[in-house]
């Protein structure tokens, strides 16, 4: 009578056992599941365009003009540090499409006085604002090798990088997170002072279909995010551009009418951040260029005409 008793507990853990883990199994599948079904959401939301023609035209001019109010509210905030890739960048908005605040901003930050060295980095703005090899040597010893990649771009005839320094910069696969975007910004400037030739151009798309990539998985809208956006628009590539990414760009708009590096509580540096983060210049005047060119320049891409 032991034994069987001893037999049947046995059997009753066993069964307890395999139902457990059958259990255990089953909240596994689902939660798997529920996670596959979380990111399918988050692709779609991040790709897929659910808005028509005429929203998203009545967004994206609601939201120009908005960002259009911020730079003009904040112009001596942006010519107080005078970042030589902003100002280019405003410049590149006014070609886009005239407008005189932003000419104005950019003629201010030409005109103020500059340490006699650091001028040069006004030739990111100016392709013929002079510039001497002493001066570039100077500055280039004071940038990192990013901004020595933008620097050599905008006046490559005298600016000197080493050997290693001019082959990352010509390197399609080294460069990575924003450093990447760096690069595409300093050969599409090359591009523009000494004229386009067929390995330039190949290595140029090749950047830009790398980001792509990237943004297609890109769910925080973030600072880098919008310049990966705005560098490939500005690199002549709007095919690569889903306008659903433009579409969260505006929705990630401030009531202020400016962006920050903040979405939800991540942020580029890709740790959390709970401390509220106001409007900033870098990631409002990368915005409005995205906008200026969806808008002004490759408007049949975007259903827009």
Request: net charge positive.
């Amino acid at each position: 009578m032991t034994e069987k008793s001893e037999s049947l507990d046995i059997e009753a853990k066993a069964l307890k056992k395999r139902t457990l883990l059958r259990k255990a199994s089953i909240a596994a599948v689902a939660f798997a599941v529920l996670i596959s079904l979380f990111a399918a959401g988050l692709f779609v939301n991040n790709n897929v365009s659910f808005v028509n023609n005429t929203t998203f035209s009545t967004r994206l001019d609601g939201s120009i003009k908005q960002a259009e109010e911020w730079i003009k509210r904040n112009e001596f905030v942006i010519l107080a540090k005078r970042n030589s890739a902003l100002i280019r960048m405003l410049r590149f908005c006014d070609k886009v499409k005239a407008n005189p605040p932003l000419n104005k901003i950019v003629t201010a930050c030409m005109d103020h006085p500059t340490r006699h060295y650091t001028s040069c980095l006004k030739r990111e703005v100016d392709p013929n604002w002079p510039v001497t090899d002493k001066q570039l040597e100077l500055t280039l010893k004071e940038l990192i090798i990013d901004g020595r990649w933008g620097l050599y771009a905008a006046a490559p005839e005298q600016a000197k990088l080493t050997p290693q320094q001019l082959q990352l910069l010509f390197d399609p696969e080294r460069s990575h997170y924003r450093r990447l975007t760096h690069q595409l910004y300093a050969l599409v400037l090359l591009r523009e002072r000494e004229g386009a030739n067929e390995q330039l151009d190949k290595l140029i798309e090749h950047l830009c279909n790398r980001l792509r990539r990237e943004l297609v998985f890109d769910m925080a809208v973030v600072d880098i995010q919008i310049q990966k956006v705005s560098f490939v628009l500005m690199a002549g590539f709007p095919e690569k551009i889903h306008r659903r990414w433009v579409e969260r760009i505006i929705s990630n708009q401030l009531p202020d009418g400016g962006w920050n590096d903040r979405w939800f509580c991540l942020t580029s540096a890709r740790r959390p951040k709970f401390d509220f983060s106001p409007s900033n210049q870098h990631a409002t005047i990368q915005a409005l260029t995205a906008l200026y060119l969806v808008r002004h320049r490759y408007p049949e891409h975007f259903g827009l005409k």
